[in-house]
């Protein structure tokens, strides 16, 4: 089983740039599908951005596409998420999930990291 821990957030302005970080553990990393997601307050999880594992193939919400991109270090197991021209809207607490090769689901989740951006 996999374990997922976030790193990286923080205040910033609009316009800022932050690198999210996401470390796992615990098993075999290439064999996940990975995806980011957030949550404002009040709102409910939303997508952001996700790579195949089958097909490497990487999806992206509506709301960052062309924004945000993500990569990986396999080496280090690790999972990034360049959010860059942050706007306000960006605000929210940014989860690491992997999906379960066996059941499809998102059945694996950071605790989260907070980004605030002040306009």
């Known amino acids: 089983q996999v374990q997922l821990v976030e790193s990286g957030g923080g205040e910033v302005k609009a316009g800022d740039s932050l690198r999210l970080t996401c470390v796992a553990s615990?098993?075999?990393?290439?064999?996940?599908?990975m995806g980011w997601f957030r949550q404002a307050e009040g709102k409910e999880r939303e997508f952001v951005a996700g790579?195949?594992?089958?097909?490497?193939?990487?999806f992206y919400g509506n709301a960052v596409k062309g924004r945000f991109n993500i990569s990986r270090d396999t080496a280090k197991n690790t999972e990034y998420l360049q959010m860059n021209n942050l706007k306000s809207e960006d605000t929210a607490i940014y989860y690491c999930?992997?999906?379960?090769?066996?059941?499809?689901?998102?059945?694996?989740w950071g605790r989260g990291t907070r980004v605030t951006v002040s306009s």
């Open positions: 790579r195949s594992a089958t097909t490497g193939t990487i």
């Open positions: 615990g098993g075999t990393f290439s064999s996940y599908s």
């Open positions: 999930s992997a999906r379960n090769p066996i059941s499809s689901s998102w059945d694996f």
